[in-house]
């Protein structure tokens, strides 16, 4: 079965940065969409940035200019370079692939468990 493995978060210093990488495991048919969210408690799960089979990106409002997304389809992974790193910018980030599965063939959405990004002022 498919898993995300998420790794990068930590502690940085505001001004700072962090790159997360996500890397999807196992039987991989295809994906067409790769995602990074990110949620901090008693608010909605936040867009930051996602990316297409065809390269299309799109990103979230509150982060524009700070980040960047990328993907690299034969390691089946996405990337999000964040920069500036703000107190805002707390929270768990959260992957998520649009894909197939060999073991299903119907496109599903998998998340991965969550990376802590903590800023220190």
């Known amino acids: 079965q498919v898993q995300l493995v998420e790794s990068g978060g930590g502690l940085v210093q505001s001004g700072g940065s962090l790159r997360l990488s996500c890397v999807a495991t196992?039987?991989?048919?295809?994906?067409?969409?790769m995602d990074w969210y990110r949620q901090t408690p008693g608010k909605q799960r936040e867009l930051v940035g996602s990316?297409?089979?065809?390269?299309?990106?799109n990103y979230g409002q509150s982060v524009k200019g700070r980040v960047n997304i990328s993907r690299d389809k034969l390691k089946n992974a996405v990337y999000l370079q964040l920069n500036n790193l703000k107190s805002d910018d707390a929270a768990v980030y959260y992957c998520?692939?649009?894909?197939?599965?060999?073991?299903?063939?119907?496109?599903?959405?998998?998340w991965g468990q969550g990376t802590q990004v903590t800023v220190s002022s």
């Open positions: 196992g039987s991989v048919l295809s994906i067409s969409v």
């Open positions: 998520r692939a649009t894909l197939k599965t060999l073991e299903e063939q119907r496109s599903q959405s998998i």
């Open positions: 990316i297409n089979d065809g390269g299309n990106i």
